[in-house]
């Protein structure tokens, strides 16, 4: 900046305003010769121009944030006034530079100081100038704390410049530059980005009600020129912003359609989109908008316009239940069912809902009520339940978790870049978003049952605690999300719940103090003051002497109630950290305890995940209280001596040179499989579209991404027998399929870090290279007909099929509810409870009692064979029951054929609750590491002749279409009875009574409903006997 700095160095007036214009993006026009010279004076530089306005607005802050909007007045400003007028004009001319105007929206101190300068302005071209300045960057200043208040503020001024135009006292014409910069934004990917997070949601919610004002101010505007007879002039005026502001309204109503068929239709659950449509459906039912309120019913309801109720289908209802699963969404719907009242030919469409909503609670009771007709029934009956009360037992007695995770770098707002979307493997920034995700989100918009909180604790003595209720914030831990969140929390603006920011030392401090025992002791005890003397501080290391007895132990009791888990992310604990916690924990006369999850080093990402997989498997507490006991409650800080230290140098490269190769025969392959409902195509690296792109990426990372070390040491020792493979089936038909050889490719271009952009571009690059042939090692990709069949053949090109076993994971959908809703008749193999009946076969461990290691080298059956693992990554229940019917009947005959070994669905959670792909992936690969894999494959039930489908939506003969739960079908009764219109109220009302009368369940669970329908159709009685 210093070496492009004008007007220091003897050059002319004219060079420098000339190098000035070649800085500015968005160069001022309207600025007078005493302002421009006062802008320029002594700040030639973008940075000198910035640091002046710094200083100008810092001196005279009193006098800024004493300006008023102006008012119309005959009497000239004196005193104090005048002098507050003219440091306003001084001001206003700062504004008009780009740069200058960027940099103080995003400082807290300065954002409100502009604000007050825009509304004080009495010039409205340069009014208009400033505030292109601002709107010209708007996506990334809504993206920031204060910036979202600048752009919230600007736009709220010119909805109010638009509501004057109706009275022409506001010429129309000036804000056309600055709606054509938003229609930019609205044509543009801009608009997808500012509906998919809950700050940016705000901007696109004001700028929809800038878009009403204008709509709605042109007939009276138009009406006011002729009426009054302005002149050609102003006519030409609100005719030339005419077409501007119609086109804003339609635009919006088109680009908010398109993305809710391309983005919202695959999460149906994001609050933030939900939250703009809401405010979108009320808009249009507020004004006169049918065109645009039909489209919008059919496109979310499945329900065309001119139906009576008679064509309503098996996807409206299907839409109904995943809206209604939501809080967002039930706001939705009732929007939607308001607009439907509107009209006469929907009142019959009403009453056949409730109807059928009736039907679903029925068919529910009814078959509750069917006893079961043999002895095998009713024991599985007893089964089920006696199971569902253990798991009931369990989660009411589990233990509650927590996670401290020691991270590189300073808790300072300038160390977490989300819009730095290509470089976030800097300071690995992407490796501490996968931690924070997999230790506090089961899946999508859902925390583990058993979390409590997850701090970061970080090198200048800072911290970020984050609780579980920063899930229902975040729904999709994407890196922009997370690193958005902490840069927020460490500025003190963050609006997610559950975040508390303890802030760390300065620079000065930073290097002097960064290893001081004392002063790490202290901060220690202040993050474990609140825990009770019943909590256990457990650090994890590979090289601590004991591992994790949470295999092949029984399932005890433990006196701890609470368990924090202490590990580093990216980096490991030093020496001065262990000794510091160790004090703080005696100080609290807590229990402090060390343990390995195995002696092979691995992501700390994975390792999360498999405490959490422990814990839902309700294995946590016993295993604990097995470490406790095994160390006799005393504790010692030493570690092993590292497995590679014994490695030689050349040992070292002889593995680092096969790293990721699987040439070798006898070596056993761990093929994930996932199936998506998403094209080729669609495959996107936009910021916009990263929601939808998430499990994906994360499938890819989890399943051939592991330490260095860790695969070094694997490959030495040889404890592991199975090498990783990939495949990614799209609903096109493509098949994109990886192993670890890509891993070792990245690695040697220095491109191991793997972040979302990176793997999100290697995935699309792959793709559109596949007609050429240049693909990166390990990487093949498949494109043919969409055909299930030959998908299924391609996966199995990779094994021989007689040794093959395929586990079908009973994977719901992101987003989806528990897998409960499938229906009682579908079978389950709980593979979890299988592995977690042996003992581990790690030899290494000195955990292990001569006992377990007799009883480990005494199993029934080893499958020495590949494992082929499904996936189902899809929010659509029906794409799912579709798709889950073909595989399954595909792998059905090759069974039958004797080529392969079917077992379908497989569980890792119990009760089926699904967790993300990418914990699933973890905690196969941890069982396999571990030795468990192909001990338990072995042991799996025969069930050849007998296979069992997956059917999320099986019919029964008690309805002919089971769509709907009785939750959301109890919801959508309530929601009709609210919205429903007078005539149609009396109906209604009817029928829930004749419903209630003839079962008690509907009596319990719609009494308040029916309350309410005869309270208001009492009322409309009352009412039309008073006319």
């Not at 005419?242 to 109503?253: T, V």
């Not at 990721?660 to 056993?668: A, F, L, R, V």
């Not at 043919?784 to 053949?793: I, L």
């Amino acid at each position: 900046e210093g070496e492009t700095g004008s007007g220091v160095r003897g050059d002319t007036r004219q060079d420098a305003q000339q190098k000035d214009k070649k800085l500015r993006r968005a160069p001022s026009s309207g600025i007078q010769d005493g302002a421009e010279g006062f802008c320029n004076r002594g700040a030639g530089s973008v940075g000198g121009r910035i640091a002046a306005a710094r200083s100008f607005f810092k001196k005279h802050e009193g006098s800024l944030q004493a300006l008023r909007p102006p008012v119309a007045s005959s009497r000239p400003a004196v005193g104090w006034a005048a002098a507050r007028m003219k440091i306003a004009e001084e001001a206003a001319a700062w504004l008009m530079e780009w740069d200058v105007c960027q940099s103080l929206a995003r400082e807290p101190r300065f954002a409100s100081l502009l604000v007050k300068v825009l509304k004080s302005m009495r010039d409205e071209e340069k009014l208009c100038e400033a505030l292109r300045c601002v709107m010209d960057e708007m996506l990334q200043l809504s993206r920031h704390p204060s910036g979202v208040e600048v752009v919230l503020s600007c736009i709220q001024l010119m909805a109010s410049k638009a509501r004057l135009a109706s009275s022409s006292q506001y010429d129309p014409s000036l804000l056309q530059p600055v709606v054509n910069r938003m229609q930019q934004v609205v044509a543009g990917e801009e608009w997808q980005s500012l509906l998919s997070e809950r700050r940016t949601v705000r901007v696109a919610c004001a700028m929809l009600e800038l878009a009403r004002d204008l709509h709605d101010s042109r007939g009276e505007a138009e009406q006011g020129a002729t009426s009054k007879n302005e002149g050609k002039a102003s006519r030409k005026n609100i005719d030339g912003a005419k077409e501007s502001r119609r086109s804003l309204m339609d635009m919006i109503c088109a680009r908010t359609l398109q993305y809710l068929e391309d983005v919202l239709s695959q999460n149906a659950t994001d609050d933030a989109g939900f939250q703009f449509l809401q405010f979108l459906l009320s808009v249009l039912r507020s004004g006169k908008h049918d065109g645009w309120k039909d489209k919008y019913v059919e496109r979310l309801l499945a329900i065309k316009a001119d139906t009576d109720g008679e064509e309503i289908s098996e996807d409206s209802y299907r839409n109904f239940d995943i809206l209604l699963q939501t809080a967002s969404g039930q706001g939705l719907v009732k929007e939607l069912l308001m607009i439907c009242c509107t009209s006469s030919r929907h009142a019959r469409m009403l009453k056949n809902l409730l109807r059928f909503c009736l039907r679903q609670i029925e068919a529910v009771d009814a078959c509750e009520n069917v006893k079961p007709s043999n002895d095998h029934q009713d024991s599985a009956s007893s089964n089920a339940s006696s199971r569902q009360k253990e798991e009931e037992c369990a989660c009411s007695s589990a233990m509650k978790v927590s996670f401290f995770l020691l991270c590189e770098g300073q808790s300072k707002a300038s160390c977490f870049k989300p819009d730095k979307d290509d470089s976030q493997w800097w300071g690995r920034r992407d490796a501490l978003c996968r931690s924070i995700a997999a230790s506090l989100w089961r899946e999508e918009g859902r925390a583990w049952e058993h979390i409590e909180e997850c701090v970061l604790l970080f090198d200048d003595m800072g911290a970020i605690a984050l609780s579980r209720e920063i899930v229902k914030t975040v729904r999709v831990p994407t890196e922009r999300r997370l690193l958005s969140m902490l840069r927020d929390g460490c500025l003190g603006a963050s609006e997610a719940e559950g975040l508390k920011y303890y802030k760390g030392m300065t620079d000065a401090k930073f290097e002097e103090y960064k290893d001081d025992k004392e002063k790490l002791e202290r901060r220690f005890r202040k993050l474990l003051r609140k825990f009770s003397e019943d909590t256990c501080v457990v650090l994890l290391h590979e090289d601590y002497p004991h591992e994790l007895p949470a295999f092949g132990v029984s399932n005890t009791g433990t006196k701890f109630k609470h368990a924090i888990f202490v590990l580093g992310t990216v980096r490991d604990m030093t020496v001065n950290e262990q000794n510091a916690l160790a004090c703080a924990v005696k100080e609290n006369s807590m229990t402090l305890l060390g343990c390995n999850l195995g002696r092979s080093a691995e992501f700390t990402s994975k390792i999360l995940f498999a405490l959490n997989c422990h814990a839902t498997n309700a294995r946590l507490c016993s295993a604990i209280h097995q470490l406790y006991y095994l160390t006799e409650g005393n504790f010692n800080i030493g570690k092993l001596e590292p497995v590679y230290l014994k490695h030689t140098k050349k040992q070292e490269e002889e593995i680092e040179t096969g790293r990721g190769e699987t040439n070798d025969q006898s070596s056993k392959r761990l093929h994930v499989a996932v199936f998506l409902s998403i094209a080729a195509s669609d495959v996107s690296t936009s910021s916009a579209s990263r929601d939808s792109m998430y499990a994906l990426s994360q499938v890819i990372v989890c399943g051939l991404w592991r330490s260095n070390l860790g695969e070094l040491m694997e490959k030495k020792s040889k404890l592991v027998g199975y090498s990783c493979l990939v495949s990614i089936v799209f609903s096109c038909g493509t098949i994109f399929t990886a192993d670890q050889r890509l891993v070792r490719h990245l690695a040697s271009q220095h491109k191991a870090a793997p972040s979302e952009n990176q793997i999100l571009t290697i995935l699309k690059d792959s793709l559109q290279r596949a007609r050429h042939d240049d693909l990166l090692p390990g990487v093949s990709v498949r494109a043919q007909a969409s055909k299930m069949k030959r998908a299924v053949r391609t996966i199995l090109e990779h094994h021989d099929s007689i040794s093959v076993i395929v586990m079908d994971m009973l994977q719901v959908g992101v987003g989806n509810r528990d897998a409960d809703a499938l229906g009682d008749d579908t079978r389950k193999i709980n593979f979890a409870d299988i592995v977690y009946s042996q003992p581990c076969n790690c030899h290494h461990s000195a955990s292990m009692t001569k006992g377990s290691q007799g009883a480990c080298n005494e199993s029934k059956e080893v499958h020495d064979g590949d494992v082929i693992v499904c996936m189902k990554v899809m929010k659509d229940a029906s794409t799912l029951q579709k798709t889950s019917s073909k595989i399954n009947k595909i792998f059905s005959a090759l069974s039958k054929q004797g080529e392969i070994k079917c077992y379908f669905p497989v569980l890792v959670s119990p009760s089926g609750r699904p967790l993300s792909p990418q914990a699933s992936i973890a905690s196969i690969q941890h069982w396999s590491y571990h030795g468990l894999l192909e001990s338990s494959a072995g042991r799996l039930p025969n069930i050849s002749g007998s296979h069992v489908f997956l059917q999320p939506f099986a019919s029964n003969a008690h309805t002919s279409v089971s769509v709907m739960s009785v939750a959301t079908s109890v919801v959508l009764i309530r929601l009709l009875v609210e919205v429903a219109a007078n005539e149609t109220l009396t109906s209604l009302s009817k029928i829930l009574n004749k419903s209630v009368k003839s079962s008690s369940r509907l009596r319990a669970t719609l009494s308040s409903s029916l309350e309410l329908a005869n309270r208001r159709a009492a009322a409309v009685a009352n009412l039309s006997e008073h006319s």
